[in-house]
């Protein structure tokens, strides 16, 4: 929701950042591969018990990950692989997220919620990615990104509630798991008319 509403607002800054990388001689998978290196070390930090700092160094990587997509359209290097790369580190990187958490609260109704979490964003992104190859609609990225209640900045907002309230997780993570299902079934609603016109 954020991102298809409020890109625009934010997209000066990304894409001047672009463009000063693109001057220093970095490509976007160069920065690509920033990004997830800098979220790794986010899961890192969490893990180590420095929650501040690692919400910190993840939203970093967040705009990075913004940043190489608009590297790729200025320098004219949009490419599959890239996008694989882009969308396979995104989801790594919000893996270790939750492997740190799962690490620092082994408590078993905690382990559970988050298998929960897990299924629901595997239910929202195989909708998201299969409607995204299949669907002819236009969009500015390399495939179409169906819009929905949480896209990537409603996720590194959740990500950071969780990290950040760690005494109110169960709560915070339910309400993860809601946002998700809720995404999961307006993106599936939106392919049936896509795909059925």
């Known amino acids: 929701m954020l991102d298809t509403h409020g890109r625009a607002a934010v997209q000066p800054i990304i894409s001047k950042t672009a463009h000063n990388l693109l001057k220093v001689g970095l490509s976007a998978n160069h920065v690509t591969y920033i990004a997830f290196i800098i979220g790794i070390i986010s899961s890192v930090l969490i893990y180590l018990g420095q929650p501040i700092v690692g919400v910190a160094v993840l939203w970093l990587s967040g705009f990075l990950d913004a940043v190489d997509g608009s590297m790729a359209r200025q320098s004219k290097t949009s490419s599959s692989w890239g996008t694989v790369l882009d969308v396979t580190f995104d989801r790594v990187v919000e893996a270790g997220i ?56 409603e996720g590194f907002i959740l990500f950071s509630l969780l990290v950040l309230f760690q005494s109110h997780l169960v709560f915070w993570t339910i309400i993860f798991i809601g946002v998700e299902i809720t995404t999961g079934i307006q993106r599936l609603l ?3 008319k896509i795909l059925k016109s």
């Open 98 to 153: 939750l492997v740190a958490l799962a690490l620092r609260h082994p408590e078993p109704n905690v382990l559970m919620l988050f298998l929960l979490l897990a299924i629901s964003i595997i239910f929202t992104m195989t909708i998201f990615l299969t409607v995204g190859a299949l669907s002819e609609k236009e969009s500015y990225k390399s495939f179409y990104y169906q819009p929905g209640l949480a896209e990537r900045t």
């Open 190 to 192: 939106e392919a049936r």
